[in-house]
Each structure stands twice: as C-alpha cells, then as structure tokens.
C-alpha cells in the first residue's frame, strides 16, 4: 500500500506539474489584459500578519467620488492570484471594485496550507477590512466568489462574517467529508492530485501532512479526528450561521465532478433558507467554469454576474424569479428548471434485485469509475463516460441486475439509491455500485456509481446497505435497459477487502432489495 501511495502521489505530482506549464495561459491570457487596465498588485497582511499576495482592480470611472460593490475573489488549490484576472476585469467594467488574492500557504502568499481553517476565514474578512480602508468599496454591498477552494473558503467567510451579502461558489464544497471520504471510503485519487499540487505549487504544514498521511493510510484509530478536522472545514457545520447572516448563496458543480460530488451541493442547497440557486452541468472538477478564466463565454460566470448585479446592486435582472435549481442533462441540449431539489427526484422506479449472489473480492471486474479529471471531461466534451460489456463481466468478481427493456426513453434525474441485504466473511469490506445504460449489445455506459465501506461487521452476519449514488442527469434512450453492477475494486478509492473475502447480496422477502432510480417527469 505504501508503494501504491507514492506511485499515486509521484504521478500527481507529475499531472499537476504539466498542467500548471500547459495552463500557464490561466495567467498569460488574463495578465495580457491586464497591462492595460489598471491592475494594482498589493500585500494585505492576513490574520497574524501574514503576507497575502493580491491584485485590485476598480471600474475605470472611479475617482473618489462614489463608491461601488465589492467582489473578493479568493483563489483555487494550487493557482496564482492571476487566475481571475480576466473576469475581475469584467467585473470591473460592469462597476464592481474586485480584489482577488492567493490564499495562505500557495505560491508568494505567506504563511502554510490550511485547507479552509479558521486562519484561511480569518485572512478573509482581513481582505474585506483592508479592501473597504484602501478602495472605493461599498461596506453594504460585499459579496464573495471563487472556483473550488476559492468557493469553498467563501462559503466558510459568508458564515462568519456577516458583511458578505453574497456568493457564488463554484466547483466547491459544502461537505469535505462528504466529497472525499463519501461512504467511508477513500477517494484515493482525489486525494493524491490535490495533495501533488500543494507538493508543486504550496507549503503543507506538519497537521495537513499528517492528515494526508492518515487518510492514505487507513488509520482507522484516527478516524474520529479526520472527521473533525473535515467537519471543521465544511460549511455545512455552520449552515445556521450562514442562514442567520442572510447571504445569497449561488452554488454551481459538475455531475462528473471528481472531487468534490454533486450529492454534497445538493444536500447543502436544501438546507439553505435565505436567497439561493443550484446550478449542475456536465463535467468534472471546474471544467465548466474553465472557458471563463480566459475571458471566453461561459454560463457559470455570466450567472455569477447576474447573481451580484441583483443582489449586491439591486438590478432587476430576474435572475430572483427564474426557477431556483438549473440542470442540464449530460445527453441532452438545454437547461431545466425546478423550484427545488426535491422536485428533481419527486418521480421514481424501483428495479428490483432479486435472488441471491455471491462475488469474490480484491479483483477489478472490468467495471470502474474512471479516472479523476478525465473522464468527466470526456463525458462533457464528447458525451463519452466509462464503458463496460455487461455479458463481459465476470460473475465471480461482479454482481449484475438488469432492469426490462424500456420502450419510452428514461430521464434519469438526481440521486438514484441502492438497498439491499448484504453478508460478508470478513469483519470489513468495500463494495463499489455502478449504474449503467445498456444497449441492444450489451455495451453499457456509466450513469453514476458510488463507494461504500464497513469495519467491525461480525462475519456472515447480514445487515442493511442504503448508497446514495452520486447525482446525476443522463437520458436513457428508448430501447435500452439500466442495470446495477456492484464489485469490490476500482482505481479511484482505497479499498478494505481482506484477501479471499467473498460478499453474499440477498432479497429478503421481508425486506427486498432495490435500486430506486429518480426518473424525470414527462
């Protein structure tokens, strides 16, 4: 396992490194623009002073005279504060005072990685206090935004700092838990890339290394203290807090994203009473937010700048009377409209998993996830997610349930849930759930999947398996059949199958088992 890690970690280290050269255009293209707009670069001092790189950029009317609405936009994992350089700029133009910065322990800010604690909110309202004494900010009208950790530290800064009347948080999380340990399982290779780019591009402290190091590690001892430190760093904790301040929160992801699941987005949104938006599209980790760091047209920023123009500048945008939830299908064209979550998923069908079947386990079946970044990219530019022949799957190594051939095609929206009776022969395990569309061949394409793992079970006793798969939004074309794959190894997770495990799926009729799929109503 140890070799594994650092194999994974080794390779991170390398995708990230060629990456940040090839995407070295996140700063060109925007830095081009920016020698002729007025860019100041600054260092504000964060909390304990430490130094935190950043630029500011006004509208080019701005004399003193007036005051204007304040965006802060603080940076992704991994990026330097020119990432936003090109929509700061727009911003700009539209009448906004923005300051974007690197966040602590990346690149020239000072101080180490604290993935989203406490200093990392802090050094946000730092920001505010320095932006409203040295621009022409309005105090009444702040709000914040960010790509991924960038969103994921606004929504922490819109708990704690009730100044924040609005965000738009992309391609972030709610849950760190929920993202990267979903089903008390590693996402391993989730984990590796992220831990590879602060290699290359930060500074981790000893905490954020042992925690690394724990979760590679399977240190079940501590467990409890990795799901304190997550929920520490998650603003799903401070939900009421957030709810209290009265933010407008615009949450937007990927169904393909490989990081951070759209399941979380969704659960968080719910929760939420105060103004709010969910947006989902195909892709994989701010994949769909990309084109617009380069200045190019994209939904994902124009939303966001509607969402401020509204609620920061009181435009009557109708953005506040559009329907809440925004999907679009990862086979279909356009977008749909919901008034909440719960009506995506309001209509569903169970296909039942009768009869009882044994797999071995520790062997990938052929059945798998993907790989972190690519495939959702795949699935997004060229509707190509991971594929898999049905009548190809070893038995020994998966268990398979096929639904009847549908004769009307099958919009699958939301979160499809697998229950069944599970009984293995060892004390731990992890199995992994596939949902496919399977055509007339037998070729099936991957609607959604999801890890899950147990430690303690008493050997060849049964008990219950509820598995929130990841959500999604996938036309199932007439003709065609879903069905459920579960085995027990795929690349993407660590998994706890001790060697000759075997794992037994039964229907009691007490209790049958199912997969309940969330079907859009027609």
Do not use: C
Not at 98 to 106: A, S
Not at 413 to 428: I, V
């Amino acid at each position: 396992m140890g070799n594994r890690r650092q194999a994974l970690r080794t390779t991170a280290v390398g995708a990230v490194s060629a990456t940040l050269i090839a995407g070295g255009a996140l700063g060109l293209a925007p830095a081009a623009q920016a020698a002729h707009s007025g860019v100041r670069f600054v260092d504000i001092a964060g909390e304990g002073g430490t130094p935190l790189k950043a630029n500011v950029v006004t509208p080019a009317d701005a004399d003193g005279s007036r005051s204007y609405p304040l965006i802060v936009l603080p940076t992704s994992w991994g990026l330097p504060q020119a990432e936003y350089l090109a929509q700061a700029q727009k911003l700009a133009d539209s009448g906004y005072v923005v300051l974007t910065y690197n966040v602590r322990g990346f690149w020239q800010s000072g101080g180490e990685i604290e993935v989203a604690g406490p200093p990392d909110t802090a050094d946000a309202s730092k920001v505010i206090d320095w932006a409203l004494a040295n621009t022409p900010a309005d105090p009444e009208h702040v709000g914040m935004a960010g790509v991924s950790y960038g969103a994921g530290i606004s929504l922490l800064a819109a708990a704690h700092d009730r100044r924040i009347k609005a965000v738009a948080a992309l391609s972030g999380w709610a849950d760190l838990i929920g993202s990267i340990y979903s089903g008390r399982t590693q996402h391993v290779q989730a984990a590796a890339l992220l831990d590879g780019a602060a290699t290359v591009t930060g500074r981790e402290g000893p905490e954020v290394r042992q925690v690394f190091d724990d979760f590679y590690a399977s240190n079940l001892a501590q467990e409890p203290e990795l799901v304190a430190w997550g929920k520490k760093r998650s603003a799903d904790t401070y939900i009421d807090d957030l709810n209290k301040n009265g933010a407008a929160v615009m949450l937007a992801g990927a169904w393909g994203d490989s990081i951070f699941p759209a399941n979380q987005y969704a659960d968080f949104y719910q929760g939420l009473t105060g103004p709010k938006r969910l947006e989902l599209r195909p892709g994989d980790h701010a994949t769909a937010e990309l084109t617009g760091l380069f200045g190019l047209p994209n939904d994902v920023w124009t939303d966001t700048g509607r969402w401020f123009d509204h609620y920061l500048k009181g435009a009557d945008n109708g953005i506040d009377r559009e329907q809440p939830v925004q999907l679009k299908s990862r086979t279909a064209g356009g977008y749909e409209g919901y008034p909440d979550w719960k009506s995506v998923t309001a209509t569903r069908r169970k296909i039942a998993l009768a009869g009882s079947t044994t797999i071995h386990a520790n062997v990938d079946s052929g059945a798998d996830g993907g790989v972190v970044f690519l495939t959702g990219i795949l699935d997004q530019v060229a509707k190509l997610p991971p594929v898999a022949s049905l009548p190809l799957l070893p038995r020994r190594w998966a268990a398979v349930w096929q639904s009847e051939k549908y004769a009307d095609a099958q919009q699958v929206r939301g979160t499809a849930q697998l229950h069944t009776t599970l009984t293995p022969t060892k004390e731990s395990g992890t199995l992994v759930a596939y949902l496919y569309d399977v055509g007339p061949l037998g070729l099936g394409k991957l609607v959604t999947h999801a890890p899950y793992t147990w430690h303690g079970r008493t050997p060849g006793q049964s008990f219950d398996v509820d598995l929130d798969l990841f959500s999604t939004a996938y036309d199932v074309p007439a003709g065609h059949r879903l069905a459920l794959v579960v085995d027990t190894v795929d690349p993407l997770y660590i998994e706890h199958n001790p060697s000759g495990a075997q794992l037994t799926f039964s229907s009691p009729a007490e209790d049958p088992s199912y997969v309940s799929v969330p079907l859009r109503e027609q």
